[in-house]
């Protein structure tokens, strides 16, 4: 299973990104669909994850502002990136977990290679 993030770039505050994740390989299912994310010096904190019953969970700083959503169809997850702050300048990184086959006896956590946002002020 490999998971392809797109989307990040440079942008000014205030203005917006819009962050994808393919994945592609032996997939029967996917249970949760994640977005993290990592600055420089710090730990990969959630930002935004859903689940394949539509549960979703944001991290405090991008309540209002993000919008995490998912394609069943096309094993895809989106994050809509809203009012960008400074603060969220950062590597983000795409985690699914993955049930491979009807045979699989659990999931399995896949990561995207990262995207980078930057946020100037």
């Known amino acids: 299973v490999q998971l392809q993030a797109s989307g990040g770039g440079l942008v000014q505050a205030g203005e917006s990104l819009r962050l994808s994740c393919a994945a592609s390989g032996s997939i029967f299912s996917i249970n949760v669909m994640g977005w993290y994310r990592q600055a420089p010096g710090k730990q990969r904190d959630l930002v935004a994850e859903?689940?394949?019953?539509?549960?979703?969970t944001y991290a405090d700083s991008v309540k209002g502002r993000f919008t995490i959503s998912r394609d069943n169809a096309k094993n895809t997850a989106h994050l809509q990136m809203n009012s960008l702050k400074p603060e969220d300048t950062a590597v983000y990184y795409c985690?699914?977990?993955?049930?491979?086959?009807?045979?699989?006896?659990?999931?399995?956590?896949?990561w995207g290679q990262g995207t980078q946002v930057t946020v100037s002020s």
């Open positions: 985690n699914f977990r993955v049930r491979r086959s009807p045979w699989a006896s659990s999931y399995r956590d896949y």
């Open positions: 859903i689940t394949k019953s539509g549960e979703i």
